[in-house]
């Protein structure tokens, strides 16, 4: 079942605050978050709210279903008076591919009308930044069949996208009892999708696998669910911290806080992909605004 992170901040007077409480709860106790469809009580009324730092609070809670929509009422006690702050927000995906679908995520987090193009754009740019930098999406392509003494081969896959670097090539060769060798590359074409191999496979009827590393093109707003359902709050993460650093929505202190969230779940992610690179990886610079 998936989770999901609710995250807010306390300011008073354009100040990030400490609250002196800082809870889940509606004015009459009744919930801290609930679904909006039946009203279920996901969190009871009265649970504490994490501190991350100075005036930043989160609480995280397992989806009852995928897919659900919630209503959250934060709860802060600060000189005497309670402020209580009504947010609604998007829960965890079964199979999401559609990167418009953290939309949710970011309104909750940036206070003020949000224009829908440019919110869009930024998580486009945001999720192409965070693919970019962090190398995550990582695919095998379908096989391709060696022609003998053929040197070029041209790479098929269907996303919308460039690729961005061949991770490694290998061939199957049961000859000498490794049905694995790893192959050299010389070039990838510009366009990225033509790959010249050396030395010459020689027989015809092998299997080249080839796994690369793609990134999205600006356009582009479908990705792989495993990246939006693992990575998703880091596109979120982004996105806000860009917002915060424009107009209207401007908040240097806002802004500081989620990219410190962002450059985390970089260094995360970053982890995961990390592998020992041989000399048979290639980058490719293709364009990646169209």
Avoid at 27 to 33: E, L
Avoid at 62 to 77: H, I, K, R
Avoid at 99 to 125: A, F, I, M
Avoid at 165 to 177: F, N, W, Y
Wanted: hydrophobic share 40%; aromatic share 8%; glycine share 6%.
């Amino acid at each position: 079942m998936s989770q999901t992170t609710f995250r807010i901040q306390f300011i008073v007077d354009n100040v990030l605050t400490d609250a002196t409480t800082a809870t889940l709860s509606d004015a009459a106790a009744v919930f801290g978050i609930k679904r909006t469809d039946d009203d279920a009580v996901v969190v009871a009324a009265g649970t504490a709210l994490t501190r991350e730092s100075l005036g930043c609070y989160k609480h995280t809670f397992t989806d009852p279903a995928d897919d659900l929509t919630y209503e959250v009422a934060s709860n802060f006690v600060f000189d005497g008076k309670t402020t209580i702050i009504r947010d609604n927000i998007t829960g965890g995906s079964s199979a999401n591919t559609n990167l418009y679908d953290l939309s949710p995520r970011v309104q909750t987090n940036v206070r003020g009308q949000l224009d829908v193009p440019y919110l869009r754009q930024t998580l486009r740019k945001s999720a192409l930044e965070f693919i970019m930098e962090s190398g995550i999406w990582e695919e095998e392509l379908a096989s391709i069949v060696s022609v003998a003494d053929q040197t070029t081969y041209t790479m098929v896959f269907s996303h919308d996208a460039f690729i961005h670097e061949v991770v490694k090539v290998r061939i199957d060769d049961d000859s000498d009892g490794d049905d694995q060798i790893r192959w050299n590359i010389e070039e990838v074409d510009v366009t990225g999708t033509i790959i010249r191999l050396i030395p010459v496979i020689g027989d015809a009827g092998k299997d080249i696998n080839i796994t690369v590393r793609f990134v999205p093109k600006e356009t582009n707003t479908q990705l792989p669910s495993h990246i939006l359902d693992r990575w998703g709050h880091a596109i979120v993460y982004l996105s806000v911290a860009s917002m915060k650093e424009q107009q209207p929505w401007r908040d240097p202190n806002g802004a500081a806080y989620w990219n410190s969230l962002y450059r985390e779940a970089l260094g995360k992610a970053k982890i995961e992909t990390r592998r020992e690179r041989g000399p048979g990886n290639l980058k490719i610079r293709p364009r990646l605004f169209v």
